[in-house]
């Protein structure tokens, strides 16, 4: 089955610096890859996805590349701020599959130092 | 807009209870699914409804019961948990468009406590 690796667990940054999350998975059928922003006592919030016939996403602050050669997507948020503070997990799906199931990664617990 | 209600917020419960969960969208999708988080972990997947059938069971214990009485609600029936089942329970939601299964939207969640 899929697997999905994140790294790092946990990453701090000054606010105004960039930040980089980088996530492989295993299963190449897999073709989708959301990326979810969990605040405290919150549920997880969509941020930006990418599907495979794509290489690049940006949305303002945030981008997410593709790398389906080698497996592994990032997600890169410029100009922090504090309010960017958060847990972020990456997941892969086969979106066109028998099972909709999205698999996560265990997450990194971003903190944007004023 | 993509909402996903969920009630109650919090809830506590003896090991002796029966309880439920609710979800509730109406963004016309017709995929929804029951997630557990535990502390500083990802969603785990428990249950996935598609056309109102249930699709996925990730072999989770009889104490849990799904139910999907139309396409916008769903339910999570709770009786004689664990104190490990304590928990965030969240439900999401998506479309399924041609046989895809498209984004997944959450809702807030319910924060469990089994005492």
């Known amino acids: 089955g899929e697997n999905v690796e994140q790294h790092p667990s946990t990453l701090s940054v000054q606010e105004g610096d960039s930040a980089v999350i980088k996530c492989t998975y295993s299963d190449s059928a897999s073709n989708y890859f959301p990326w979810y922003k969990q605040e405290l006592g919150k549920g997880p919030q969509l941020i930006i996805d990418?599907?495979?016939?794509?290489g690049e996403k940006k949305d303002q602050r945030i981008a997410v590349t593709l790398n389906k050669t080698a497996k592994h997507f990032s997600l890169h948020i410029t100009e922090t701020q504090p309010e960017d503070s958060a847990v972020y997990f990456c997941?892969?799906?086969?979106?066109?599959?028998?099972?909709?199931?999205?698999?996560f990664g265990k997450g990194t617990k971003l903190s944007v130092k004023p | 807009d993509t909402e996903v209600t969920q009630t109650p917020k919090h809830l506590v419960m003896g090991m002796t209870n029966k309880k439920s969960l609710k979800c509730e969208q109406h963004m016309g999708h017709r995929a929804m699914y029951w997630y557990k988080q535990k502390a500083k972990k990802p969603p785990e997947l428990m249950f996935v409804?598609?056309?109102?059938?249930?699709?996925i069971n990730e072999s989770v214990p009889s104490r849990f019961s799904p139910e999907c009485p139309n396409s916008s609600l769903l339910n999570l029936h709770l009786h004689a948990l664990q104190p490990e089942d304590s928990a965030l329970y969240l439900c999401?939601?998506?479309?399924?468009?041609?046989?895809?299964?498209?984004?997944?939207?959450f809702g807030p969640g319910t924060r469990l406590l089994v005492l």
């Open positions: 999401a939601s998506s479309q399924r468009t041609g046989g895809r299964w498209e984004t997944q939207y």
């Open positions: 409804y598609s056309y109102e059938k249930l699709s």
């Open positions: 997941a892969a799906q086969n979106y066109g599959g028998s099972q909709g199931n999205l698999i």
């Open positions: 990418i599907r495979s016939n794509v």
